[in-house]
Structure formats: C-alpha cells, structure tokens
C-alpha cells in the first residue's frame, strides 16, 4: 500500500513532469500527465488550472472555462485563477460573465492592474457589441464600465510614479465617460501633482460641475489656487469642503496654519498683524482643550541626562534635514538622550539614515493629539523641539496642552506659533534683534551665538565654477525660491535691476514652471514692466540633487525674494559661489538673509530698502572680475564660518538646552 507521503510525491512530480511537457510545447503529454494527476486527484487545483489553460491554448474554449472554473472553487482566493477565467469568458463573447470574473478577482487583489486595464477591454468590446445591436442604453452602460476600470489604471499607475502612463489612461477613461466626476479629480491630482496647476484647476472645476457637493474636489481646487497666489479666492473653497467633510484634513489645515502661512508671503502683512493674527489662532487652540495642565515628574535635576524630543513631518528628503541632520548627529550622548516623533507617512532614505542616528524613533502617523501627548509623557521627555511650526502637516495642536515640562520652537516655520503652550523659540540677534522682536512672539527668544543655523550641503553638490558672465559676456541674475515667497514687489524690484543692465538676464526655478499657463502668466507680470520673455529663463523643478545644485553654475548674482527670505536656497548658492543679495525688514522671515550673509562676513549684500536692494544688485553685478573672485573663495569662506561648523554649534545647542532645563530645575512647581 503506498503511503500518502508518498502518493503526493508522485502527483508532484506527474504535475513537473506535465508542466516541462507544457513548456517545451509537447501539448499532448503535457495533457496525459494532467489529466493523469486528476485521475489521482480529481480536486487538484493546479492540474485543474494547467489543463484549462491548455485547453485555451488549443482553442477549446468552453472545455477551459468548465476546467478553470473547478479550479476556482477549490481555490477561491486565487485571484490570477479569475483573471484567468474572465479572459476566457471574454474570448467566448460572454462580458457579463467576464466582468462578473474580472470582479472577483479585483476584490481579491484591488491593485491588480492587469485585469482592470483587460476588463476595461472587455467592456469596450461589449459596449461595440451593444451598439451593433442597437442597444444603446447597453452600450452606454458598459462605456461607463470600461470608464471606471480605466480611471483605476491611472490611479495605479499614478501610485508608482508613472505619470505619463496614468495621462493616458485617464485621458481614454473621460472619452469614454465623459460625465465621471471622480476620474476629473483624479486626473487633476496627477497633473497638480506634476506641477500642471492650471490644467489640474479646469479639471477640478469640471468635476464640480457634475458633482458640486464632492468635498475632495472643493479642497483639492483650493489648494490649487493658493499653489496659483489666489489665497482668498480659495478660502471660502476650504470652507465649503469641511462643511461638506468636516474630517478633512487639509481644509482643516488651510483654515488654521495654512492660513497663518499664507500670510507669511504677503508683503502687506505688518510684523504686528502676522503677530496678532497667530495669538489669537494659539489663544483660541487653547480654549477649546478639555484637558488641563499637569504637574510633571521629571527628576529636577538639573546635571543629568536630559531626554530631548523633536517633533517633525519632515524627517524625509527636505530642507529642513540639511540643518537639523547635523545637530542630530552630533548629540552629546551622555548628556542627551534623543527621541524623533516623526509624523511621516511615505518614508525615504534620508528617514532610515535619521532613524539610525536618533536613540528612539516614533512615528505619530494616525495617533490622535491625546496619544501623541501621552506617548511624550511616558517617554518622560523633558524638552520637545517642534520643529515644524505652521507648515504642512503640522502637529501643533497637539501641544495646546503642554506633554513635556519645557516646549521650544525652532528652524521650520519663520514667526511665532502663537500657542501660549510653547516656552521658548531659538534664534539669532540677527534674525531677531533683542527688544523690539521679542513683542512678536508668544515665546521667548533664545538666542544663539554665532547663528541659529547650521548648513550641511548635500554631499554630492559639484565643484564651484567661474562665474558665467565672464564667457557669456552679460550677468545673470537668479533666484530658485518656493515661488509664493516671490511677491509683486520683488518681481517690480528685479525687473528694475534689469532695465539698469539691458543686456543682463534672470534665471528663475520653480515648480509651476512645468506649467504653461503659469510661465506665460508670469512671463506677461515681466513684460507690463517692460521686460521682454527672451531676457527671462523659467526653470521647472530638477528632481536629482546634483543636478539642481549644478544649475547654479548659470547665475552671477542670486536675488533674496522679500519680504520671505530663502533660507536654504540661499545656503546653496552661498555654497555654489553664488552670493545673494539681500533686502532687510523688521521681523525675523525678512531678516534671515541678513543673518546668514553676516555670519560669513558678506553683510556688505544686505540691503536697507528697496531701492538700495537695486542699486546694490546692479553694482556688485557690474564688476566681474571681483564677482568672479569672490566666488571661487566662498565656498571655503562657508565652511570656515560658524554656518558650517557643526561641532559648535552642536554645542552651542546643548548649551541653550541645560540652561532652559536649569530654569525649569529651579523653577516653583506649578
């Protein structure tokens, strides 16, 4: 009698034995062995699979249907099995069994592309069908099918970042359904995503009007139109879609911090009014709290080893990793124990390099505000660094109620937070002169010597070249900020330098560059000031790092945006040779400039006002040899200045962190 073990050993090797037949094309013994293997084992799913599928191939259709079909009743979940099936259905002219199938195996597998785009096929060919026949309530019925599967194929291809394949699978989807309000929004997502702000803007707005109550539509048109400088034609949008979806998040965020943001960029914006605006967005957060203020037990100590938490969304590729990686790595370890709540939800390389370099690393991706706080006190943290302010994806309404004896604020965001909940910011006497800054700010100011920045650059940025104008014959001048930070203003100022060097260009880098519309939007602000567009070069987004720093191979002279200083672009150029010219205000986002241009002695680029800022650009441009000089040295000047020595300030920050803890040490308990 021949043991089970040893049966199944046999059907196995059958079963190989058929599949080397099947393989090299002997369809006849591949056969025999299958139906061999069934004879001993009439429920076996792959010999049941492998004879359908042989069956298909000799064109014995209905037999390979009846075959596949057993399969799948012993292997219900096998959605390659439907697929499979569904194919053959389809090649019978039976749809509604096919897109039945189709079904199946899509509910099994919902990203499985391949038999979206087949059903999406199959549907096609069903609605031609219904045409022949003169059924047009079918034929619609199943372009609408073929509609939606296609509309899925561009969400999945626009899931891998296979933009050019999504395009064209959204674009044959509203062809076939052109009244899917969800296919617009969709196809608007990738092309706002791809910086395509316009035509994403048209797409959006036609969802609209087929579906005037979808809240993701109102959001995403929204955010749009701040991406396109039209912040208050957005607002009521926001508006309207948490009405509609009061757990949407962004619109949330667009209402609150986004607005505070927003303001940021508006040169007619006081330093009293960006003040008074946040106060009052921290002092009603803080009103809505059920919760009340605890009495901490941390160690008052004030010598021990200090539990430090910094708090981010952007512990990913991000300007703010080229400042804080440094720090983060430098910790002293005996006297700073470090911990990363990291509210990022698609992780990269820079954040398992950042995990590595962390003591303890949390991600607060789904954790309510009450979890968050909870999570910090059972860390025992004892000063939490928030390093994100008002940008996007903040979690600040998280610390309306404090989680650690001490909160500070620092690097991400350029004002205070408002929230009455933080003790401390941490800046320069530069960016932040003492007495008069200190009114705006909800926190009190600390202070750092030598700078409150401290600049990594990336470590594949190429070598420093001459600067152009000395091939080139004329200067050109350049700025690669975020594009909301270029106000009327600043374009009315750089137009100005150019009509003072009429041979000069400008060189500008955003993404909304990638959309035409946009560029010949911005292209026309250039020419009402009588700037010609062969004169102005526009410069979509560069996706490799080296190759973006490469760019500043092309400009002379790089021009701060104001009132919103760069910040990390203008430690690119500064480290590229390029240096910038600066304009000076009166409250810390427009005097970032200053402080980094001070701290490597070139606070000879800074410039008091408006028309200083013109005369200064087209001065230092109009001497090359002396530009060309100062560039092939600056990058040196950079990392011997404090901006580049890591070790100090690392110990600086440590500095500024025991004595904040020695005040609470010493401090009345509360």
């Known amino acids: 009698m021949i043991s089970r073990d040893k049966y199944a050993v046999q059907v196995r090797q059958k079963l190989t034995s058929g599949q080397e037949h099947h393989a090299s094309g002997r369809l006849g013994e591949a056969e025999r062995a299958y139906r061999d293997v069934l004879r001993r084992d009439p429920a076996n799913p792959a010999a049941l699979y492998l004879l359908g599928v042989l069956a298909s191939q000799t064109g014995r259709l209905p037999e390979a249907a009846k075959l596949l079909a057993s399969a799948i009743e012993h292997e219900p979940s096998d959605a390659d099995l439907c697929h499979q099936l569904a194919e053959i259905h389809r090649a019978l002219g039976d749809y509604e069994c096919a897109h039945h199938t189709y079904l199946r195996a899509i509910a099994l597998r919902p990203d499985f592309l391949e038999a979206h785009v087949d059903c999406a096929v199959a549907a096609e060919q069903a609605a031609k069908t219904s045409a022949n026949a003169g059924d047009l309530a079918g034929q619609q019925r199943w372009l609408m099918i073929a509609g939606e599967h296609l509309r899925r194929v561009g969400e999945l291809h626009a899931g891998v970042r296979s933009g050019a394949r999504a395009e064209v699978a959204f674009r044959r989807a509203l062809e076939l359904d052109p009244k899917n309000a969800e296919t617009y929004l969709n196809y608007g997502n990738l092309l706002a995503q791809m910086g395509r702000v316009s035509e994403a803007e048209r797409l959006y707005r036609k969802s609209l009007e087929i579906a005037p109550r979808c809240a993701r539509a109102l959001n995403n048109l929204a955010s749009t139109l701040v991406e396109l400088g039209r912040s208050e034609e957005a607002e009521p949008l926001f508006h309207g879609a948490l009405e509609?979806?009061?757990?949407?998040?962004?619109?949330?965020?667009?209402?609150?911090?986004?607005?505070?943001?927003?303001?940021?960029?508006?040169?007619?914006?006081?330093?009293?009014?960006?003040?008074?605006?946040?106060?009052?967005?921290?002092?009603?957060?803080?009103?809505?709290?059920?919760?009340?203020?605890?009495?901490?037990?941390?160690?008052?100590?004030?010598d021990r080893q200090l539990r430090v938490g910094y708090l981010s969304p952007d512990f990913r590729q991000h300007s703010i990793v080229y400042f804080f990686e440094t720090l983060l790595a430098r910790h002293d370890a005996i006297g700073f124990e470090t911990y990363c709540y990291s509210e990022v939800e698609r992780a990269d390389a820079v954040t398992e390099r950042l995990k590595g370099q962390a003591r303890h690393w949390r991600s607060t991706v789904g954790l309510s505000d009450d979890a968050l706080r909870r999570k910090m006190r059972e860390d025992g943290i004892?000063?939490?660094?928030?390093?994100?302010?008002?940008?996007?994806?903040?979690?600040?309404?998280?610390?309306?109620?404090?989680?650690?004896?001490?909160?500070?604020?620092?690097?991400?965001?350029?004002?205070?937070?408002?929230?009455?909940?933080?003790?401390?910011?941490?800046?320069?006497?530069?960016?932040?002169?003492?007495?008069?800054?200190?009114?705006?700010?909800?926190?009190?100011?600390?202070?750092?010597?030598?700078?409150?920045?401290?600049?990594?650059?990336?470590?594949?940025?190429?070598?420093?070249?001459?600067?152009?104008?000395?091939?080139?014959?004329?200067?050109?001048?350049?700025?690669?900020?975020?594009?909301?930070?270029?106000?009327?203003?600043?374009?009315?100022?750089?137009?100005?330098?150019?009509?003072?060097?009429?041979?000069?260009?400008?060189?500008?880098?955003?993404?909304?560059?990638?959309?035409?519309?946009?560029?010949?939007?911005?292209?026309?602000?250039?020419?009402?000031?009588?700037?010609?567009?062969?004169?102005?070069?526009?410069?979509?987004?560069?996706?490799?790092?080296?190759?973006?720093?490469?760019?500043?191979?092309?400009?002379?002279?790089?021009?701060?945006?104001?009132?919103?200083?760069?910040?990390?672009?203008?430690?690119?150029?500064?480290?590229?040779?390029?240096?910038?010219?600066?304009?000076?205000?009166?409250?810390?986002?427009?005097?970032?400039?200053?402080?980094?241009?001070?701290?490597?002695?070139?606070?000879?680029?800074?410039?008091?006002?408006?028309?200083?800022?013109?005369?200064?650009?087209?001065?230092?441009?109009?001497?090359?040899?002396?530009?060309?000089?100062?560039?092939?040295?600056?990058?040196?000047?950079?990392?011997?200045?404090?901006?580049?020595?890591?070790?100090?300030?690392?110990?600086?920050?440590?500095?500024?962190?025991?004595?904040?803890?020695?005040?609470?040490?010493?401090?009345?308990?509360?």
């Open 244 to 302: 509609l979806d009061p757990r949407l998040e962004e619109a949330a965020y667009a209402l609150s911090s986004g607005k505070l943001m927003n303001l940021c960029y508006r040169a007619d914006v006081s330093a009293q009014a960006l003040f008074d605006a946040h106060r009052r967005w921290g002092a009603e957060l803080v009103a809505r709290q059920r919760e009340t203020a605890i009495e901490f037990p941390n160690a008052r100590d004030p």
């Open 382 to 670: 004892d000063i939490l660094v928030d390093l994100a302010g008002h940008t996007g994806h903040t979690r600040l309404s998280a610390l309306a109620v404090k989680p650690a004896p001490i909160i500070a604020t620092w690097l991400g965001y350029p004002a205070t937070t408002g929230l009455p909940t933080i003790d401390y910011r941490f800046t320069d006497a530069l960016a932040d002169p003492p007495g008069e800054a200190d009114r705006f700010h909800t926190e009190t100011l600390v202070r750092l010597p030598g700078g409150f920045l401290c600049y990594t650059p990336p470590a594949d940025a190429p070598a420093v070249r001459p600067t152009p104008a000395l091939a080139q014959g004329f200067v050109t001048f350049g700025s690669f900020n975020n594009l909301a930070k270029v106000t009327p203003g600043a374009i009315e100022a750089w137009a100005e330098i150019l009509r003072a060097m009429p041979t000069a260009r400008l060189l500008l880098k955003g993404k909304l560059f990638s959309d035409f519309g946009f560029s010949q939007h911005y292209l026309a602000q250039f020419a009402g000031l009588g700037i010609s567009a062969e004169r102005i070069s526009l410069r979509p987004l560069i996706s490799g790092i080296a190759d973006h720093m490469r760019l500043y191979h092309e400009i002379d002279i790089g021009l701060d945006p104001f009132p919103y200083n760069g910040t990390t672009t203008t430690c690119e150029a500064l480290y590229m040779g390029v240096p910038v010219v600066t304009l000076v205000g009166d409250h810390h986002l427009a005097r970032v400039g200053l402080s980094l241009l001070s701290h490597i002695g070139l606070a000879g680029f800074a410039a008091s006002d408006r028309s200083a800022y013109v005369r200064l650009a087209v001065e230092r441009a109009r001497n090359t040899s002396e530009l060309n000089a100062l560039r092939m040295g600056l990058r040196e000047r950079l990392r011997n200045s404090t901006l580049m020595d890591a070790p100090r300030f690392a110990s600086v920050f440590e500095s500024a962190l025991r004595n904040l803890w020695c005040t609470w040490c010493s401090s009345r308990r509360t």
